[in-house]
């Protein structure tokens, strides 16, 4: 999938490279940044958009999918934005965008060890934030609802249920897709989001509201 994408942004006369990449090892991180640094000179944008979500009822949670969850979502969060951050430290330029939920906002069933991830990319991003704003590097988080992902749909064993469950509180009438947070990462990216840091942005048609 990776390889595709590469070839389209090519085809529209972009530069691209995809590397494979765990975001649970230190060392794969620091690999792709300094690549990138030495494909392009510098590192402008870092989205965490890597996760798991693994949901069950919270009595039954077992310290495999706690430790699973925490180690993607978490660790590997402070790990992309960490480096990335040391890298656009010494530019004094560089924007980093995590990816929380508004489950890490309230609280949904099933979703206990899910939502407690979530919640600590929250703070995060929140405790990051001011430390790296004086060297000009914003670093904001998008939480998004309940959106239409592969991930999504392997999570959730009714997918019709679930879905139905959800419209009934979502006041735009329908569930988030792809593009709706591709829209929010791209503005988070943008000169239009110089004066933003430490933000935590619901994409959710209205959900958490």
Known sequence: P?????????????????????????DDVENVVSSTVSEHG?????????????????????DEVWQRQFDVNVTGTFHCAQIAARQMVKQ????????????????????MSYGTTKG?????????????????????SIAPGPVKTKMWLDANPDVAASE???LGGIPM???????????????????D???ITGHVLNVDGGFIA
């Open 164 to 166: 139905a469950g959800y």
């Open 2 to 26: 990776a390889d595709s994408v590469v070839q389209e942004i090519q085809d529209n006369g972009g530069r691209a490279f995809a590397v494979v990449m765990d975001v649970t090892k230190r």
């Open 42 to 62: 510098r590192l402008d944008v870092m989205v965490t958009f890597a996760g798991v979500a693994l949901f069950g009822p919270a009595l039954d949670c077992t």
């Open 120 to 140: 600590a990319v929250i703070a995060l991003t929140k405790h990051m934030s001011g430390e790296i704003a004086p060297h000009g590097v914003t670093i904001n």
């Open 193 to 195: 989001c110089s004066w």
């Open 173 to 191: 009438g329908r569930l988030g897709q792809p593009e709706d947070i591709a829209n929010a990462a791209f503005f988070l990216a943008s000169d």
């Open 92 to 111: 004094k330029s560089g924007r980093i965008i995590t990816v929380s939920s508004v489950m890490g906002q309230r609280s949904g069933d099933r979703r």
